[in-house]
């Protein structure tokens, strides 16, 4: 079976047709490709079929995938198009976009396999360059994030992941819907700038793409986050009407911090007062949970418990708080919150207290993790987080925001692809 046919089966161009296929000097394969006859270019920029004005005289390679170890390129000599709108512009060849000499086969083909290994991998692997490698990413990252549809997206996540060191943040904002959870947005710094340019972005987006009543932002209905000051300032502004949760997985983290607090601070005044050291190398013991605790850490946990001490205090207020998710109805939740904060103030222990205030000032938006149906949370959007880690952590880091950006869409964005005749992996 000769290359041609194969080609021919995979690719069907209607005004082309692959000639012949040979070995040239340097060891490529050389496919010529060249029109049909009576058939009329198309203008590259308006599309419209126009008449000849003219022929290259010297071949275009355009490179193809690699066959049995051997590079392989497709030679055409491009036609000059004469365009009753554009005027006189080169032709638009069905198996390449622009000006690349990449077709757009192989561009794929190379994005595809850059997201199961690393760019520089993927270049080693298939002996290309890392610069072919990223600008083929960012052809099918670019294609999908114009074909991509938003009409679907009801619940979002925002949170904020460091990327480089000196307390450098990027804002992420997820879909979390059950049926589809994927990267909607990125962008530096976590701040209320960042996150309006976000939503902004993804307005206009939707309303380009959907010519519909109501806009991106009305269509929300859930969105999660932690209590960072700017996104509850911008979320409680620009998302009036979508249910805003707070849920476990930050508050808890919040109690986790208090009682090592509270221990910390123990056990430096039982060393001042020359008291044995019994909170020495007892951490983990308070702030694990009960079922993941060692056999040895279990009994000093069981030995601490029976002394008087305001860190066994503390511990109890939290393991306490843990009947509030059990809840089902919000009512009954409030009021069971409401009582605890009484109890954390009455404790006397400053780190309680300050929780006990946390949990009054955000308390409605506490609630309505029960008012979701506890469907939405912000573990969905810390499971995304650690993807995206897993993307940083493959490729060793990233030299410029635009390359991490492409990254991640292509990762985690879950876009539409172009689509051929044929699957060439």
């Known amino acids: 079976m000769r290359v041609v046919t194969v080609l021919n ?21 050389i496919i010529s490709v060249k029109p049909r006859k009576n058939s009329k270019p198309v203008c590259s920029r308006c599309g419209t079929k126009g008449s000849i004005y003219d022929t290259s005289g010297e071949p275009r390679l355009f490179e193809f995938i690699g066959l049995w170890g051997f590079p392989v390129f497709l030679k055409h000599r491009m036609r000059r198009v004469s365009c009753a709108q554009c005027g ?15 077709t757009d086969f192989y561009r794929c083909f190379l994005a595809h396999w850059a997201k199961k290994l690393s760019w520089r991998e993927t270049a080693r692997s298939f002996n290309t360059s890392w610069e072919k490698v990223y600008e083929s990413v960012k052809f099918v990252v670019g294609y999908g994030l114009e074909h991509r549809q938003l ?25 979390v819907n059950q ?9 530096e710094k976590r701040t209320c700038k960042t996150l309006n340019t976000g939503l902004s972005e993804l307005e206009a987006e939707y309303r380009r793409k959907h010519d519909e009543n109501g806009g991106f932002l009305a269509r929300i209905e859930y969105v999660c986050s932690d209590m960072w000051k700017a996104y509850l300032k911008v979320i409680r502004k620009r998302l009036t ?9 930050h508050i808890m983290q919040h109690f986790g911090k208090a009682l090592d607090k509270v221990r910390a601070s123990e056990a430096r005044r039982l060393k001042q007062e020359g008291h044995d050291p019994v909170l020495c190398k007892t951490r983990f013991c308070f702030l694990k949970r009960k079922e993941n605790l060692t056999t040895k850490q279990s009994g000093r946990l069981s030995a601490l418990l029976t002394m008087n001490l305001r860190t066994v205090r503390a511990y109890l207020l939290k393991e306490d708080f843990q009947k509030f998710w059990e809840y089902k109805h919000p009512a009954w939740a409030g009021k069971f919150l409401d009582k605890w904060c009484g109890r954390a103030v009455r404790s006397r222990i400053d780190p309680m207290k300050d929780i006990a205030k946390m949990l009054r000032s955000h308390r409605e938006l506490i609630l309505n993790w029960f008012r979701a149906k506890k469907r939405f949370n912000s573990g969905i959007v810390e499971g995304l987080n650690l993807k995206w880690n897993l993307t940083v952590r493959k490729s060793f880091g990233f030299r410029t925001f635009e390359a ?11 876009l539409p692809e172009p689509k051929f005749t044929h699957r060439f992996y």
């Open 9 to 29: 089966r995979c690719m069907k161009f209607k005004s082309f047709v692959f000639e012949s296929a040979f070995f040239d000097k340097k060891g490529r394969i």
């Open 88 to 102: 006189v512009v080169v032709e638009s060849v069905p198996w390449s976009t622009g000006k690349h000499h990449l």
């Open 151 to 175: 009409d679907n997206v009801t619940a979002v996540g925002v949170d904020e992941v460091q990327y480089r060191s000196g307390h450098r943040y990027l804002t992420l904002l997820y879909q």
């Open 179 to 187: 049926q589809c959870r994927r990267l909607l947005w990125l962008g």
């Open 241 to 249: 009407s979508a249910v805003h949760i707070l849920d476990r997985f």
């Open 404 to 414: 991490l950006k492409t990254a991640s869409y292509h990762q985690l964005g879950e």
